[in-house]
């Protein structure tokens, strides 16, 4: 596991600001302008299928997870996602479309070959694609030990959560902001990431 530690200099992310003037749908609202060239991490997506088959094929799904021990899980690519349903991997790729279906549609397909896909992680790094990704960068930098990894505090899987629930009736809706028992739960985490990120200052 990479050492993480936090930046306390939050001007270092002033470079960032013009991407908040960028359309949504844009490319530069998730990164800025001025490169010459722009590389692309696909999301993690992981796949499944019975030990013993080795095929979700005439399998039900409804009784299988009696006994869980018998799945295989292991995280895949997207190249193999294209693989196991037989189409093609390329630089634009849309991970639905690899999965021929719909987007939001992609929980749960079972492929030709058997494997079982799930969602990609949207807006997710694993850390390995992370350490090659650093290796790279710093092959293209002079200054190769003042690289960042920065996270969006936006996100709700690192500040405690905030959830929001709605009660509705036949005039009106009432949004209710929620803090559930989250801050005890990575209170007592043993993960050093979450500990990192529990005791981090606010950007």
Request: charged share 25%; aromatic share 12%.
């Amino acid at each position: 596991m990479p050492e993480f530690r936090w930046e306390p200099d939050i001007e270092r992310g002033e470079w960032l600001r013009p991407m908040e003037e960028e359309p949504f749908t844009s490319l530069l609202s998730t990164v800025p302008r001025g490169f010459e060239m722009y590389a692309r991490l696909f999301h993690p997506i992981e796949r499944d299928r019975p030990r013993a088959t080795k095929t979700w094929t005439g399998v039900d799904e409804g009784t299988f997870f009696d006994d869980a021990d018998d799945l295989e899980t292991e995280p895949a690519s997207w190249a193999q996602a294209a693989a196991s349903f037989g189409t093609t991997m390329h630089a634009e790729a849309l991970y639905h479309r690899l999965l021929r279906r719909y987007y939001g549609d992609t929980h749960g397909v079972i492929a030709p070959d058997g494997w079982r896909y799930g969602d990609s992680q949207e807006g997710c790094l694993d850390v390995e694609s992370l350490a090659i990704a650093a290796q790279v960068l710093a092959r293209h930098t002079s200054t190769p030990a003042t690289g960042i990894a920065a996270i969006w505090e936006g996100r709700g899987h690192f500040e405690p959560s905030r959830a929001v629930s709605y009660l509705t009736g036949t005039s009106f809706t009432l949004p209710t902001l929620l803090r559930p028992f989250t801050r005890q739960k990575m209170k007592n985490e043993t993960d050093p990431f979450r500990e990192m990120l529990r005791t981090a200052p606010p950007l």
